[in-house]
């Protein structure tokens, strides 16, 4: 039985970009990082047999994104390729709950980062209502960034 969300793993091309956008930007705290792991035992699950790492956390105890860039090819030529640009690499979605969405989206569009859907309202199954936006990060993943319910 799963009881809470630990981490998702990101797939990334750009480690310093995504760090950034991460930490920066999101507020994000940076637990670790590690150049050039040796994942060799887990090179048939992650396609790669060393990577550049990074573990960040959205607040102690909360939900961690750890971050892998492939460094050397995959030890097994059958291994899944994450990264690889026109393949059917997996779009990783990051649901985010920010304060100040407007705020967050004008900086994500200065900094130059591609909205895939403007500040948008929705209703929820529940009845409760949000509004949203999502942003294509590049390196197979988009945000979404959920911010306080629209009067009815």
Not at 26 to 50: H, I, K, M, N
Not at 139 to 146: D, N, Q, R, S, Y
């Amino acid at each position: 039985m799963i009881n809470d969300l630990h981490h998702v793993i990101v797939f990334v091309t750009n480690m310093d970009r995504v760090v950034h956008l991460f930490q920066d930007v999101l507020g994000f705290q940076l637990l670790w990082r590690v150049e050039r792991a040796d994942v060799s035992q887990a090179a048939a699950a992650l396609g790669t047999a060393e990577v550049d790492s990074a573990y960040l956390q959205a607040r102690p105890g909360g939900v961690a994104v750890e971050l892998l860039r492939r460094i050397s090819p995959a030890l097994d030529n059958n291994a899944v390729r994450y990264d690889a640009p026109g393949t059917s690499s997996p779009n990783w979605i990051l649901s985010l709950m920010v304060q100040d969405l407007e705020g967050l989206y004008q900086r994500l569009i200065e900094e130059g980062w591609t909205s895939l859907l403007p500040i948008t309202p929705i209703q929820l199954p529940t009845g409760e209502s949000c509004r949203i936006c999502f942003f294509y990060v590049g390196e197979g993943l988009t945000l979404e960034l959920a911010g306080e319910g629209v009067a009815k």
